[in-house]
């Protein structure tokens, strides 16, 4: 059931509307997101033809991929009469931005139980972007084995000051709610095919962190009809991107649209036939490698494109070594940029480090990752 947002349609509920009374959404995004053709970048990596989905612009506060997540994660929360949403990721964690910006415009406040991770420019300024959207920020500072820990004392705290549990969404936003985001994605894809805005793709292919990308594409794919191979590319460790969540997270989006409108279509996905491109993560997460700035420059001086080394760099590096080793000078292949293109320097630039809680100063005061 739709509650209050405006600013997107729904592409999967167009097709099966009895989806769009049962669940909850409410639109974030500005949707269809362009797709754009590059024909240097194409040249460039021997692809017969290179698309690129801008999801990058899918807000103009704050995009990405985390956006089409929040369209059903925030109602959710919202029906469920939450005051506060915890969330998890790394220090610089744009998925816990994106939840900040749109919860408060919600206003929800967020607390975000956080990790270490190698230090960049752009890891603070995140940090200090969380600082003027007024989240709370706790760090994990044994990394993820700290997390259920820290997280259970955070929502004690709320628990009893506010008398109502907050609500939890996990790492990147990647639960079966979340995923459908993607599943609408897919059929938003579909619509873009059938106006002529693009072929279909042989090839899609999207960065894999926590895996509900890539696995609403897959699910949504098949469901729409599309023939379209999905290739994710990890960039986090295989504790949470590997082909036994993306298979997973895939049947349960699946089947919960089963479940409310019987004549949505099943498939069902294993480890073992969806593709997990493994070589490009770089052994830490946040890591930038040598090929994920290669392809940032590529991306940057072929199509104006703006990529980062955490994820998009990789999984673009992930297309350009899979062009090499496969024939796609024949192909139609199409890059799903999932990061934020929104500059955010500027909110940034408004606050200083001291205002962050003393164990984040740390991040700051010691020399920044040079990988």
Known sequence: MKTQGSQGSMALFEEYPALGDKLNWSPIGFYPTPVEEKPELAAR???????????DLSHPDYG????????FL?????????????????????HFLATTIHAASRGIKTAGVLVP???????????????????????AEGGYKDVPF????????????????????????SSVSGVLG????????????????????????????????????????AAAGLKSR????????WVAANTFALSSLANQATFKLFSIDQSFPVRVFTPFNVELLTEFFGGEYGRITPESADAISMCADCAGVKLEGVYTGKAFAGLVHTAKN????????LFWNTYNSVDMSGIAAQHDYSELPAEFHRFFESPEDES
């Open 230 to 237: 999905v290739v994710g590319v990890k960039v986090t460790d």
């Open 150 to 173: 820290e997280t259970l004392k955070v929502a004690a705290r709320y628990s009893f000051n506010d008398g109502r549990p907050p609500f939890i969404i996990p790492a990147g936003g």
């Open 64 to 71: 990405g991929n985390k956006i089409r997540k929040l369209d």
């Open 326 to 333: 496969r024939d796609l000078s024949d192909k139609t292949v």
């Open 182 to 221: 993607y599943v609408n994605a897919a059929f938003e894809l579909k619509k873009q095919i059938e106006k002529g805005d693009i072929p279909e793709p042989d090839y899609i292919f999207a960065a894999v962190g926590t895996c509900g990308t890539v696995s609403g594409l897959i699910a949504g794919c």
């Open 117 to 139: 991770q190698p230090v960049t420019p752009a890891v603070k300024r995140n940090m200090l972007c969380y600082l003027h959207y007024g989240a709370e920020l706790n760090l």
């Open 74 to 94: 925030l109602a959710e929360a919202a029906k469920r009469g939450a005051r506060v949403i915890i969330t998890f990721g790394g220090i610089g964690s744009n």
């Open 45 to 55: 990596t021997g692809i017969g033809r290179l698309f690129i989905k801008r999801d």
